[in-house]
């Protein structure tokens, strides 16, 4: 049996992802009101998975790219050990984060920033 979410992020577009929110929501609300009614009152901000290109959701769907910049942090947090204050582990981590960022926009190994480009030029053309 999937769950909920997993039926609803599996979803190829958004009007079908909403319909399948309502079914649950129908199924649901009665019985429990209480998170039904958190789910319909915040269900909007996750929305915006719908809007981004296809080919990104496959990886939107998983937290493999934050598991894996924690890991990083953790690993050379490790090898220092002890920092002389916070702010110089801040500026550890925040290096780290702006390196992986860079790794990831050159690589196009997770997010082809190319795609979301040509799609949001294809939702101006429909919009306008």
């Not at 296809?54 to 690993?75: A, V, W």
């Not at 550890?92 to 480009?117: I, T």
Request: proline fraction near 4%; aromatic fraction near 10%.
């Amino acid at each position: 049996m999937t769950s909920p979410a997993k039926r609803f992020y599996d979803r190829h577009d958004l009007a079908e992802a909403k319909a399948v929110l309502a079914t649950w929501l129908a199924k649901w609300s009665g019985k429990y009101p209480r998170p039904t009614g958190w789910a319909e009152e915040t269900i909007e901000q996750t929305l915006t998975f719908f809007r981004l290109p296809r080919q990104h959701h496959k990886h939107l769907k998983s937290t493999n790219m934050l598991e894996r910049l924690n890991e990083e942090i953790r690993r050379r947090t490790y090898v220092v050990r002890i920092f002389p204050n916070a702010q110089s582990c801040l500026r550890l981590v925040r290096a780290l984060a702006v390196e992986s960022n860079e790794n990831w926009m050159k690589a196009n190994r997770y997010l082809n920033m190319d795609d979301l480009r040509e799609h949001k030029k294809l939702e101006l053309r429909k919009a306008a």
